[in-house]
């Protein structure tokens, strides 16, 4: 299905660094016909076509495991260049100016805003179940997906972008909250695609497209 010029499966990394179900987003992509490479050094991460950065825990401590590991810098620098990143759930809250969890701490600031807890109207946290999600059309991320379609969400906190155009999703749980983005090259997603069935499969094949797209003019001059 995600196939390089040569025939085989595009490579994409999934970013290491002790926080998140690696193996459900590994499962995932393979059977969308990418080569998921989970790595958590910045060599291996950077041939890569492109990365996904999961993430289940709490934000401050998710930075400090980046930073040490160098794995903050490789993704600004990723998205700088251009590369196809996809944050999912606490990968995604990461990619923003920083949270509010805990305390506060900064993130990688790819996107600029926030991330501040779910406003639920007194409904219970943490938000956990199936979710429709609103979408915004135009995205190759979202190809073949209705604009109208439920995603499975496990989380306390949303994001609050500070740019309108950076919205890619929203949904309602007492209150509409943002559950997906864009930004240049990187993609968010607040919801868990390796976990919402048909749908979430063919959004993760979407970005392993993304990702043949982008790597496909420097594999034809190779």
Known sequence: MS?????????????????????????????????????SDPDVLTRAAGLVL????????????LKRLGLAQLLVERVSAGAPVLGICLGMQLAFDGSEELGGAEGLGIV?????????????????????????????LLAELPERCAFY?????APRPADATDVL??????????????????????????????????MLGNFAQICLDARQPSTTHA
Request: proline share 8%.
């Open 153 to 157: 969400h496990v989380h306390s906190y």
């Open 3 to 39: 196939t390089t010029a040569s025939g085989g499966p595009v490579e994409i990394g999934i970013v290491d660094y002790g926080m998140g179900n690696r193996r459900s987003v590994e499962k995932a992509l393979e059977h969308v016909g990418a080569r998921p490479l989970v790595s």
């Open 54 to 65: 999961p993430g289940v825990g709490a934000f401050p401590r998710a930075m400090e495991n």
């Open 169 to 202: 999703g929203t949904a309602v749980y007492g209150q509409e909250f943002v559950t997906a983005v864009r930004h240049g090259s990187f993609h968010g997603v607040q919801f868990h695609p390796e976990k919402s069935s048909v749908a979430g499969l063919r």
């Open 112 to 140: 600029a805003g926030s991330v501040t807890p779910l406003q639920t109207d007194g409904l219970k946290l943490p938000h956990i179940g199936w979710n429709e999600v609103s979408f915004r059309p135009g995205s190759p």
